[in-house]
């Protein structure tokens, strides 16, 4: 069966053009596909938390241990602190006390005993610290100083020695080794 002249005349594309054509194609695709990829993981991590832990000092003495804990919010999103470790043991909500964070040294608060929500002057200002109930929201470019009162398993014949501080987010966990002082 022979086929029409008009079909036989007709041209298509030769095996090169095709070739050249797809990996064309494919190479785009391919490219689009990594520009986005690297655009979503650069713009997810300008939203991501950063902690910094400023200052953390604990003191110890007869009557009893304190410990406080300087944190700024440097990263794009708030910050919702969970949890924070003194010595790898759990510190109870009912001993956390905390305030906005302003410019000056950390001194202990009330001796080492505190008995509930205090005043206390750091730097120029004067701080009220209240007890935290719950997790802790630090927001955006902002800060924040706890103090904590009793933690576990720090006594007189500490001093000196270095305590891990552990702050625990919804996210991430950041640490800080502290020199046991006297107060």
Same mark, same amino acid.
């Given at each position: 069966?022979?086929?029409?002249?008009?079909?036989?005349? $007709?041209?298509?594309?030769?095996?090169?053009?095709?070739?050249? #054509? !797809?990996?064309?194609?494919?190479? !785009?695709?391919?490219?689009?596909?990594?520009? *986005? *990829?690297?655009?979503a993981?650069?713009?997810?991590?300008?939203?991501?938390?950063?902690?910094?832990?400023?200052?953390?000092?604990?003191?110890?003495?007869?009557?009893?241990?304190?410990?406080?804990?300087?944190?700024?919010n440097?990263?794009? $999103?708030?910050a !919702? #602190?969970?949890?924070?470790?003194? $010595? *790898?043991?759990?510190?109870?909500?009912?001993?956390?006390y %905390?305030?906005?964070?302003?410019?000056?040294?950390?001194?202990?608060?009330?001796?080492?005993?505190?008995?509930?929500?205090?005043?206390?002057?750091?730097?120029?200002?004067? !701080?009220?610290?209240? $007890?935290?109930?719950?997790?802790?929201?630090?927001? #955006?470019?902002?800060?924040? #100083?706890?103090?904590?009162?009793?933690?576990?398993?720090?006594?007189?014949?500490?001093?000196?020695?270095?305590?891990?501080?552990?702050? %625990?987010?919804?996210?991430?966990? *950041?640490?800080?080794?502290?020199?046991?002082?006297?107060?």
């Open positions: 069966m022979k086929l029409p002249d008009k079909i036989r005349d $007709r041209r298509a594309l030769s095996q090169v053009v095709t070739t050249l #054509i !797809l990996l064309v194609v494919s190479v !785009l695709m391919a490219s689009g596909t990594v520009t *986005y *990829y690297s655009i993981v650069t713009s997810s991590s300008l939203r991501q938390e950063q902690l910094n832990i400023g200052e953390a000092r604990i003191w110890v003495n007869a009557s009893g241990a304190q410990a406080a804990v300087l944190i700024e440097v990263g794009g $999103r708030d !919702l #602190i969970d949890q924070i470790e003194v $010595r *790898y043991s759990e510190t109870p909500w009912g001993s956390v %905390h305030a906005p964070a302003v410019e000056g040294e950390i001194t202990p608060a009330q001796g080492s005993n505190i008995t509930g929500p205090f005043n206390h002057t750091i730097g120029n200002a004067a !701080l009220s610290f209240e $007890r935290a109930s719950g997790s802790i929201v630090l927001r #955006i470019s902002e800060g924040i #100083i706890i103090y904590i009162d009793q933690p576990d398993a720090i006594g007189i014949t500490d001093i000196g020695d270095l305590i891990t501080v552990i702050v %625990h987010t919804s996210a991430n966990q *950041y640490l800080a080794l502290v020199d046991v002082k006297t107060a």
